[in-house]
């Protein structure tokens, strides 16, 4: 149990472990009790709403393909199969956002809530719909006038309702505005800061410099310009531990882990025309985070992937383009150390009401919880969430800046060439993504969407003062100086989470980015072979070769050679690691290795220096420890290798032998003895987990896995696990694309999981052998091929 939280009376766990196991009992035996809420996906079905019919076909894999002469219907349709699929999904989510969780779950989900309702997702929603052009609002409520309808359609409610004894309520297009802010509050950039703003006040200053996050200089960069940014002070009135607090109460916030695009011009392609490749890397859920989905009407033919709750397909391509998202890492949020006085606020010099709202939390079993949540002029006072902050605190993100990511999509989805491409990326707000594009002319590029923030006092890696406005942000820069790459010579782009730009770009983008581990493997890859065909590129998704990790297993080699006299075990860990090709294959053996020791080497290094509680915050965060790790392995030295038990400085060499000893020592005690044994997969697996499989009643029907699995964080075929666990996958590709421009027949695609959220459905879970095995399955858009492979056919007609 957690320090500080207090164990519920026994009576409670009790009757809490009952009633799950009558739940468990439930489904067990009674099939009616989850088959009356399958929708109906086959035959006519009169829906009030509408203006004209609409078709709904299913392949056999349970994704819609949307038919519909108007994309009023359009969206209204997609909206009726997102509810018939994802409606828990959908409607958890929209809680989180608005911060009414705890009226299901309890006073657990209070911090969570007590955090949103401060952060104001549903607070700011209607002023965001409000603002958005009547085009976008048109859409959004049309999608949630099909949500309702499908919703109203049902004969029964989704199991997990039932369960919890709670129904949903009918969605408004301000519930579609605060999950919009969601998602892209999920992927800003404000995590690592309370890590390195706690260190740079406890820390000697050589051991925090070395912590500082850099670009490593062989990184690949898009935009071959980039300007520097310099470290400015800290202001000294910010308590230590309540910042770093924000990102435990927001661990289950779908946070970004990096991810692939790239695309080959005709040149290099088998096909004469360009091809291109996409996975996000986000956490992976059950189910899935993403929705595949076919729309047509007049003006527009897309498949792709969607999110539930939210109109239009985010990532894919349609008969002319074709286009993937990767994070660009962009620094998008900023933390203010507020000076106030009784209602008042400092504000650049001068004193200003703060702004103030009253918000209700209703928890589960009918009490209630009142909360005054106070704001500043950059954003909401974040103190009171944060546990042991005395000072005020307010955030501020780009996304509180306004924006219209619907319409963004909505021009994107329909655009035919170059121009109507960036047209479409240019409205583009948040959260900021290296867009890679690819059209049937024969282009292919990269470019920047979102807006950058133009900071007055230049960059900063910790909160600042709040008073004087000189750290204010005065706006965004043009969105024709965003980084860019069109048609390079070699004939390929790829972004994989490396710098937008490089050095001379006048504008700061971050100081934080993945490592180039698999930037430099795709384009190592890319340009090793003179022609690409589509399989050649699925096939480059799933690699999982290290060559980056060749430095730190050479010095483990030479290490463990040099002291085989003192240890038999040094003998063991030489011959593994020395016949290891740097393949990270769940059934090998050296990869196992591999990544124990490093995990202990970084352990090694830092955790006595930084103490547990620093250690903890730095490891949460693989980019922050990844980089650091790095760089000492390349100087051979560090900071760090001071011994405060010794009173002398260890050389990395004996750090390095007690890492070998540690994780030859782990992987006995948790693999057994007989190394034969020992394989990557035996400790790095994944399991796709419903809110309801924390619950052993529940876990083996909401669940799916745990899976051995190949890759780490910094393979192509990423498999990211977080530092100081148990080697679980925590984030990995959440969907894979793969489309040859001017051969749509050809494309394929796959997510984590399946279309459906029903977990009795084959559909909840039959792409995710494929997703393991790193196959996709065909991205049907043919009329003709839809036909042959459909499953089902529900014609919605107006009531």
Sequence with gaps: MTRGTTAPPPRIRVKAAVFLAASAMILCSCSSFFQGSVPQRDGTLAVPGLSSSVEIVRDRYGIPHITAQNDHDLYFAQGFAHAQDRLFQMDTERRLARGELSEIFGEKALPADRLFRHLGLAARAPALFASWPRKTQEIVRAYCDGVNASMAALRAWPVEFRILGVAPRRFAPEDVAAGILLKSFGLAQWAEEAALYKMSLRLPAAKFEELVPRVPSDAPVIQSVWGPAALRPAPPSVLLEGLASLRQTMGEIPRSGGSNAWAVSGGKSATGRPILASDPHLMLPCPSLWYEVHLTAPGVDVYGVSFPGAPGVVIGHNPKIAWGFTNAMLDDADFFVEKVDGESVMSRKKWVPLSRRVETIRIKGGKEEALTVRETPHGPILSPVLPGISSALAFHWVGYDGGDPVGALYALNRARNREEFLAAASLFPHPAQNVVYADVAGNIGVVMAGRIPVRKGGDRLFPVPGDTGEWDWKGFVPFSENPKAWNPPEGLVVAANFPPAGKGY?????????????????????????????????????????????????????????REAESPAFREAGKILAGWDLSAGADSQGALLYEVFYEKLIEGLFRDGLGDDLYEDFTRSS?????????????????????????????????????????????????????????????????????????????????????????????????????????????????????????????????????????????????????????????????????????????????
Excluded at 739 to 765: C, I
Aim: proline share 5%.
């Design 506 to 562: 006048r504008h700061y983008l971050s100081r934080l980015y993945e490592p180039p581990d698999r930037g430099k493997r795709l384009l190592r890859l890319l340009r090793e072979k003179e022609k690409f065909t589509a399989e050649a590129f699925e096939r480059m998704q799933n690699d999982v070769l290290l060559p980056e990790a060749a430095d730190a297993v050479s010095l483990a080699i030479q290490v463990a050679k040099k």
């Design 623 to 799: 980019r922050l420890a990844w980089n650091a790790m790095d760089r000492a392995i390349e100087r051979g030295d560090s900071a760090f290798l001071e011994n405060a038990a010794t009173g002398r400085k260890d050389s990395l060499e004996d750090v390095v032998a007690r890492a070998l000893l540690s994780a030859m020592s782990f992987l006995k005690e948790r693999l057994g003895g007989v190394e034969s044994t020992w394989t990557w997969g035996r400790l790095h697996r994944v399991t796709f987990e419903h809110p309801f499989g924390k619950s052993r009643y529940l876990e083996r029907w909401f669940n799916i896995g745990p899976y051995p699995m190949p890759g780490d964080g910094r393979t192509v075929f990423k498999q990211e696990f977080r530092r100081g666990t148990d080697f679980s996958v925590a984030v990995g590709p959440s969907m894979r694309q793969v489309v040859p421009l001017g051969f749509r027949s050809m494309a394929r695609s796959v997510v984590t999981t399946g279309a459906s959220g029903h977990f009795f459905e084959r559909h909840y879970r039959d792409q995710n052998a494929l997703w393991r095995e790193g196959k996709t399955h065909p991205a049907w858009t043919d009329r003709e091929d839809i036909g042959a492979n459909s499953e089902s056919r529900l014609t919605l007609t107006p009531k």
